[in-house]
């Protein structure tokens, strides 16, 4: 089963946690001094938050899948719809060790797909710094179109 993944750019992670620890009625699953996470059930979400971000706000959704399966028909989806994608295997990012694919819709905001393989000591690469590893989602011009090598 597909969960959603939200992921909001914070300026204040304490007032933040709070706020939408009211909203959803549950405490984060995981909280770092830079990062929380709360895996709900009602809604089925994945929601983070992270000081992390260029700018507050929206920093990316995506789709949590449960097995590498799913990931695989995700990345279908990207490729028959001719979507630009970047695909992340065995990454480490919001101190979890990951496979993901990523892309960013018209509009520009950045989509991922990833299977969740294993937690991680640390938050994982900063997508300002250069790497083919990179944690949070690549630049628009970074990604390539995996279906026509573009």
């Given at each position: ?65 449960e097995s590498e399966e799913e990931l695989g028909e ?15 295997i065995g990454t480490n990012c919001c101190y979890a ?54």
């Amino acid at each position: 089963m597909k969960r959603l993944h939200v992921h909001v750019s914070v300026d204040n992670l304490a007032d933040s946690i709070r706020f939408y620890s009211a909203l959803f009625a549950s405490e984060p699953t995981v909280t770092k001094p830079d990062y929380a996470k709360w895996m709900l059930e009602d809604p089925r979400v994945n929601f983070a938050l992270s000081m992390r971000g260029s700018k507050p706000g929206l920093d990316h959704l995506g789709v949590q899948v449960e097995s590498e399966e799913e990931l695989g028909e995700m990345q279908a989806r990207l490729a028959s719809a001719e979507l630009p994608v970047e695909a992340q295997i065995g990454t480490n990012c919001c101190y979890a060790k990951s496979d993901k694919y990523w892309t960013v819709d018209p509009q520009g905001i950045a989509w991922e797909s990833y299977h969740t393989l294993d937690a991680a000591p640390t938050y994982g690469e900063s997508r300002d710094e250069p790497s083919a590893s990179a944690c949070c989602a690549p630049t628009p011009t970074t990604i390539t179109f995996l279906n026509r090598g573009k």
